[in-house]
């Protein structure tokens, strides 16, 4: 039996993949035993639990370069964090005692993934975006093995970090075989017409449900077969939806309009879009060359170090998406962006074939492969 230390939180970005991983090595060591690290007030701490698995509490927090009074308190925290942070790391491997360490992110992962180096315990940890987060950046000068996303990302590394391009593991359901795009649209009472899937994250964008309206709006006054998906987020409540109102539509009475908060069954919806358009966090980018669809993305600028720009740009610069950054975005853009590939359904079917053609498609194997390796004679 191999016992596996997995340490990452603060987003769904980082503890999405540490669950993916847990997954993987479980099919081929089912007696495999698991801990996750991760902040006590993070959503870590509901998820992991939920999924299943050991959870063990570390606070740590990271520190603000905006110089405020209730800044000023949050650093003098996370600097009392940080002094225990090496302490509780130890106690935390010392009472586990994990065969290999792996850090998915977030800053729980530095002190967990220092100590695990420290302590000569096997290392590696994933990185999800094109530009690395200021964690893994720091971490992959000493850990054993780097696994990434992207080629992209090996650039903002240590030249000297080991890494390797696993790809980045996707959610089930998000496979070019597991639902054809015709039978998607029917399951969501669509006909065969051309399916637009739009989409901004739990929350919403604002930007993107103001285009995203206009659209609709475009849509409607010009009588076009488009089938339109959009999830408006939390924020669209008070924004989005009187907004369709002002332009007279009525998405709940409209066959070719589905109109939600948020999306439950997003395997179906992208599985039944012609063309997506929503923001570039990596696992949204994985899932699109997955699934191999065409795409519009429009980065977060609200971001640490516009990584969603360099992931945009890793479909954008093989030809596999239309990236538009926030700060360009109009309505009249996106609406001319949307005629211009759907008068052409070529052009769209260029794009989600580049986009597939950037796919992982062997992603698990060789996450395995690296565990593999470095967890050696406790094969």
Request: aromatic share 6%.
């Amino acid at each position: 039996m191999i016992k596996v230390l997995l340490a990452g939180g603060g987003t769904g970005g980082h503890i999405n993949p540490a669950l993916a991983i847990a997954s993987i090595i479980r099919e081929h060591h089912p007696d495999a035993e698991f801990l996750f690290a991760g902040t006590p007030n993070g959503m870590e701490a509901k998820l992991i639990p939920k999924a299943g698995y050991n959870f063990a509490p570390i606070k740590i927090s990271g520190f603000q370069r905006k110089i405020t009074p209730k800044n000023l308190i949050r650093n003098v925290r996370a600097a009392a964090y940080l002094s225990t942070s090496g302490y509780h790391a130890h106690k935390i491997i010392d009472d586990f005692k994990p065969d290999i360490v792996i850090g998915t992110g977030g800053y729980v992962s530095f002190p967990i993934l220092s100590k695990a180096v420290q302590m000569k315990i096997p290392t590696a940890i994933h990185e999800q975006n094109a530009f690395p987060g200021i964690t893994n950046r720091l971490l992959s000068n000493n850990v054993d093995k780097v696994m990434l996303t992207v080629e992209e990302a090996a650039g903002h590394l240590n030249q000297d970090a080991k890494y390797v391009v696993t790809g980045l593991p996707v959610r089930a359901g998000f496979s070019a075989g597991a639902k054809s795009r015709s039978d998607a649209k029917r399951e969501l009472g669509f006909d065969d017409g051309i399916c637009i899937f739009s989409f901004g994250g739990s929350l919403g964008a604002g930007a993107i449900n103001s285009s995203a309206a206009a659209l609709m709006k475009w849509e409607k006054e010009n009588n076009l077969p488009i089938n339109h998906i959009h999830a408006h987020g939390k924020m669209g409540h008070d924004t989005f939806l009187p907004k369709l109102a002002e332009y007279g539509i009525d998405p709940e009475n409209d066959p070719r309009l589905m109109v939600k908060e948020y999306i439950h069954n997003m395997d179906v919806c992208t599985a039944a879009a012609d063309l997506i358009i929503c923001r570039s966090g990596a696992s949204t980018i994985s899932e699109l060359q997955a699934v191999g669809r065409a795409s519009i993305l429009i980065p977060s600028p609200n971001v640490t170090a516009n990584h969603q720009y360099h992931n945009a740009m890793v479909l954008g610069r093989a030809g596999g998406a239309v990236v538009i950054e926030e700060k360009n975005l109009t309505d009249e853009l996106l609406i001319e962006t949307v005629k211009n590939l759907t008068e052409d359904p070529g052009k769209l079917d260029t794009l989600a074939q580049r986009a597939a053609e950037t796919y992982v498609k062997d992603t698990p194997d060789r996450i395995y492969a690296v565990i593999k390796e470095l967890i050696g004679s406790k094969e």
